[in-house]
């Protein structure tokens, strides 16, 4: 059921024009907001302006966006109501200090990204009561700048606010994506859908980016489920030491979801082939932080997060 929320935002704002930011801000633009991308290569941004961003598989749409800019000042300088942060996290640490002038009273930052604890690095400087944390459920590859492929859409997704003052602020943006499309409900339990995603991710992520495989190529080859298997129970068992709640269905669950995700990248593989950082640190390297302060071995997420950092240091872009 909708909730009625007071906060009506208008005007938004994407930091990231890669597949996932520009899923958004295409459902934002399409629903008549006034989206502004973001993104320090300026080759991903002209064609969501012109022709507009074109989405394609699951969801097919195209719209364009009312404006770009390679330069988060210039989201400080003309604040938007509502940033939705998309990047990779290991970009987070830049991206919150330049958003620290944007902070005031009814605009808000959107964690909608993978991974542990992403929101917290944006609270760390903005403030919790700016800060909110999504959990997305689709799965895209890109196929050129403002034009993606999406693989599977898991309808709903969530947000929750850090600061339970910005509840009503959080379920107004929930109303919003819903109306244009990209249905998300409001959670009071964003920590533990956090971990389901991430431990999910941490089965597939990794051993895709070593192996060079697709999900469906690891799900039906034996020994690579065995690790996926041994992965998820890992996984399973740190959040339950520190509490988080998965459900008692959560490994049929997670099963049932990654055999569904067909012959798609993900996005760590995509990061490895391209040369990119991958967001291994907030996946699997934030079980093994969570593991050793529940006092728990994670021999497994210890290796695979090893080894995706191995390819990362050997990994660089095409000339």
Request: net charge negative; with cysteine.
């Amino acid at each position: 059921m909708k909730e009625e929320s007071s906060y009506k935002p208008t005007k938004f704002a994407v930091i990231g024009a890669g597949p996932v930011g520009a899923i958004v801000a295409a459902f934002l633009a399409k629903g008549g907001y006034e989206v502004t991308l973001c993104d320090v290569i300026p080759a991903l941004l002209e064609p969501a302006l012109n022709p507009g961003i074109i989405l394609e598989g699951a969801d097919n749409l195209q719209a364009k966006v009312a404006r770009v800019t390679t330069s988060v000042d210039d989201l400080v300088l003309d604040p938007p109501d509502v940033i939705v942060v998309t990047v990779k996290a290991t970009a987070l640490p830049l991206i919150a200090s330049a958003l620290e002038g944007f902070v005031a009273e009814g605009r808000y930052v959107i964690s909608w990204q993978n991974g542990i604890d992403t929101e917290l690095v944006l609270a760390e400087h903005l403030g919790r009561k700016a800060v909110m944390r999504g959990v997305v459920n689709y799965g895209c590859v890109p196929l050129a700048p403002a034009h993606v492929r999406i693989a599977f859409h898991h309808r709903p997704h969530f947000i929750q606010e850090l600061d339970p003052a910005s509840r009503e602020a959080a379920i107004g943006i929930c109303n919003v994506f819903t109306e244009c499309g990209l249905e998300t409900r409001h959670t009071e339990q964003i920590t533990d859908k956090v971990w389901r995603k991430t431990v999910m991710n941490s089965c597939m992520n990794a051993i895709c980016a070593v192996t060079g495989k697709t999900m469906i190529e690891i799900i039906i080859d034996p020994i690579l489920f065995n690790l996926v298997d041994a992965l998820i129970k890992e996984g399973v068992a740190v959040a339950r030491a520190n509490e988080f709640s998965l459900g008692s269905d959560f490994y049929p669950y997670c099963v049932n979801y990654i055999k569904n995700a067909g012959n798609h990248k993900p996005s760590m593989l995509q990061d490895i082939e391209a040369g990119r950082r991958t967001e291994v640190d907030y996946i699997n390297g934030k079980i093994v932080e969570y593991g050793a302060q529940a006092g728990m071995p994670t021999p497994y997420n210890t290796m695979i997060h090893g080894l995706v950092k191995a390819l990362e240091s050997k990994q660089r872009p095409a000339a």
